[in-house]
């Protein structure tokens, strides 16, 4: 059974810089997308940013481009997300999510981790 | 971006009803549309992928149609573990983007 296990959140101050980790297992990490989705708290779907399964394609929405990087590291199997600047409108959790299609960028997503809350307060 | 709409954004429904929700883009998806079911505390599910596609394990009840811009979600007979959140998204173009969700609630 797939299982992404997110992790790296917490409360942190407005401007600082986490880095939230997802280990995959039970899958070819490397064969899949894998994106992050984040969720205010009673509110709706925010995607937040994808890379492809080598690594070499990162995309981004424009509310954390220039701040937020995507990276993997694929002998790990491992997702993660740099985080900087942070402000109190990325209070949320953080979903890390997984393509469903081998291959592709753009897809849908059939497993998802527990999420872990950022929480951006001074 | 490709706005999501989803209609209605809640829905009181009783058990053994049918159920019909709505999504509309703000251009076209082709069929790279999805649904997610998401209950509270919980992360989303896939239900739905490629406008129609039952994602394996979701029961029969669940249905998808439409393509272009406009979708719909059916349940055909409620059961009290399908009242939840239910958010359309579009993976024809990015960014990725979702509708605001629906909310089933029950009667």
């Known amino acids: 059974e797939v299982q992404l296990v997110e992790s790296g959140g917490g409360l942190v101050q407005p401007g600082g810089s986490p880095r939230l980790s997802c280990v995959a297992s039970?899958?070819?990490?490397?064969?899949?997308?894998m994106s992050w989705v984040r969720q205010v708290p009673g509110k709706g779907l925010e995607w937040v940013s994808g890379i492809s399964g080598s690594g070499g394609n990162t995309y981004y929405a424009d509310s954390v481009k220039g701040r937020f990087t995507i990276s993997r590291d694929n002998s790990k199997n491992t997702l993660y997300l740099q985080m900087n600047s942070l402000r109190g409108e990325d209070t949320a959790i953080y979903y890390c999510?997984?393509?469903?299609?081998?291959?592709?960028?753009?897809?849908?997503?059939?497993?998802w981790g527990q999420g872990t809350l950022v929480t951006v307060s001074s | 971006d490709i706005q999501m709409t989803q209609s209605p954004s809640s829905v009181s429904a009783s058990v053994g009803d049918r159920v019909t929700i709505t999504c509309r883009a703000s251009?076209?998806?082709?069929?790279?549309l999805a649904w997610y079911q998401q209950k509270p505390g919980k992360a989303p599910k896939l239900l739905i992928y490629a406008a129609s596609t039952l994602q394996s394990g979701v029961p029969s009840r669940f249905s998808g149609s439409g393509s272009g811009t406009d979708f719909t979600l059916t349940i055909s007979s409620l059961q009290p573990e399908d009242f939840a959140t239910y958010y359309c998204q579009q993976a024809n173009s990015l960014p990725i983007t979702f509708g605001q969700g629906t909310r089933l609630e029950i009667k």
């Open positions: 039970a899958f070819t990490f490397n064969d899949y997308a």
């Open positions: 251009q076209t998806t082709s069929r790279w």
């Open positions: 999510a997984k393509g469903l299609y081998s291959g592709y960028d753009r897809t849908p997503f059939d497993s």
